[in-house]
């Protein structure tokens, strides 16, 4: 996989983390600078950790799943894709009431936000992507959007957290057309 497809798919991947760090500062009035980090920091860290657990289970189905990889691939980045999509249409999220995040609600929603990319991890390992690249720049991406998500979260999180879940969906169903286009022309 190319470095532009990784940044892509690390993109798409932190669009749901971007879009929680803008309504939980837009919501939480009380975020500062570094409850911010450590918000950033958890989402980042869990955004790259997912991937690999997924590559690490996808080594033991390699062998089973090698003749149809590129359909898994392609089934499971638009659906996730697709319903990042679904979801950024249920409207804004500023709704937490000026509550200050706690440290156990900040490591909730980044398992939360993070679960999809145990799947592209799953796809990873299936493409036989070597790991280390898109880890490290999944976490990277994460933790820098997530941080400039959460500082502008009190002036644009209501207006910008469903647009950047829609944005992050289409680039997963895109990336995800693209390996099975790619797969198919070669086959």
Same mark, same amino acid.
């Given at each position: 996989?190319?470095?532009? *497809?990784? @940044?892509?798919?690390? @993109?798409?991947?932190?669009?749901?983390?971007?879009?929680?760090?803008?309504?939980?500062?837009?919501?939480?009035?009380?975020?500062?600078?570094?409850?911010?980090?450590?918000?950033? /920091?958890?989402?980042?860290?869990?955004?790259?950790?997912?991937?690999?657990?997924?590559?690490?289970?996808?080594?033991?189905?390699? *062998?089973?799943?090698?003749?149809?990889?590129?359909?898994?691939?392609?089934?499971?980045?638009?659906?996730?894709?697709?319903?990042?999509?679904?979801?950024?249409?249920?409207?804004?999220?500023?709704? @937490?009431?000026?509550?200050? /995040?706690?440290?156990? *609600?900040?490591?909730?929603?980044?398992?939360?936000?993070?679960?999809?990319?145990?799947?592209?991890?799953?796809?990873?390992?299936?493409?036989?992507?070597?790991?280390? @690249?898109?880890?490290?720049?999944?976490?990277?991406?994460?933790?820098?959007?997530?941080?400039?998500?959460?500082?502008?979260?009190?002036?644009?999180?209501?207006?910008?957290?469903?647009?950047?879940?829609?944005?992050?969906? /289409?680039?997963?169903?895109?990336?995800?057309?693209?390996?099975?286009?790619?797969?198919?022309?070669?086959?």
């Amino acid at each position: 996989m190319d470095l532009a *497809t990784l @940044l892509l798919v690390a @993109l798409g991947l932190s669009m749901d983390a971007v879009a929680v760090s803008l309504a939980s500062s837009c919501a939480a009035p009380t975020v500062d600078r570094r409850q911010a980090l450590v918000l950033a /920091l958890l989402f980042g860290v869990f955004q790259a950790l997912m991937p690999l657990a997924g590559w690490l289970a996808g080594l033991g189905f390699k *062998t089973l799943i090698s003749r149809f990889d590129h359909w898994l691939a392609f089934v499971l980045l638009v659906f996730i894709g697709g319903r990042m999509v679904l979801e950024s249409r249920r409207g804004p999220e500023c709704r @937490l009431g000026g509550q200050r /995040l706690r440290p156990a *609600t900040m490591l909730a929603l980044a398992v939360a936000t993070s679960i999809d990319a145990l799947a592209v991890g799953l796809s990873f390992s299936a493409l036989a992507v070597d790991i280390i @690249l898109p880890v490290l720049l999944i976490g990277a991406v994460t933790f820098v959007l997530s941080l400039l998500a959460a500082l502008a979260g009190r002036r644009f999180g209501e207006r910008l957290a469903g647009k950047a879940v829609a944005l992050g969906g /289409l680039i997963l169903v895109a990336i995800g057309l693209k390996i099975l286009v790619e797969h198919l022309r070669v086959g």
